[in-house]
């Protein structure tokens, strides 16, 4: 056990050491996979293969549900339409998909998001061109009591499925927003205003494509897509491994 009972630790620290244990724990003990509950990996490929697949009839450029090829908003082009050109989700954020990120997210268990990143490269278009991957940053503060920043770790997963080099330098979160969960997307949109920051490297490539581990009105991606458009980027399409309809 490691001994932090008997002294103060800090925040940052613990959550060091919580991530050491669980990697210790990850190496040591043989990996049950989160959907069938056999050993040999987090999640086996054809367990994969039954999570809640993001289906249906869905905009061809918000990837909302439920509406024909393109939704009223992507349709009226001009300063309504989202600041992005295309989102993929290959899931829905239901059943085992949920449990899986929630897991990655809140628990450790990083080794879930290199199998969903995989799929998630898998729905990206090819006519999108991609040439960099850009995860969704955490501001400073949350990286640190976290340990790591899941959107990250599955856009390294993708960037390497698609062959292409992640950045994590070119978009920086300033300021950690307020839990968006409840908000309607309007509000979401005005809560996350101004929350990220593009640096402008000397060459940024004109199609670069915005990781994160979950969407839900996909007003984190327009945000950041907005500050990498006033970087110099032309082209900003958005990956996640699951929507929340
Ligand atoms: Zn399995
Ligand atoms: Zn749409």
Redo the contacts with the bound molecule.
Sequence with gaps: MLPVGHTRVSDGRRSVLVRLATEAAEFLLPQRCLVCGRFGGALHPQCVARLPAAEGAR?Q??W?PG?GA??G??AASGPDA?AFDGLRTPFEFGGDARRAILEAKFRGVTALLPPLARAAAEVVPVEWGIEAVVPIPLARGRRRSRGYNQAEIAAVEVARRLGVPVRTIWLRRIRETPAQAGLAAEARGRNLRGAFEARRPDSLPARVLLVDDVTTTGATFEEAARALRLAGVSHVYALACARED
Excluded: H
């Design positions: 905009c450029r918000c909302r509406v393109w939704c908003r992507c989202p």
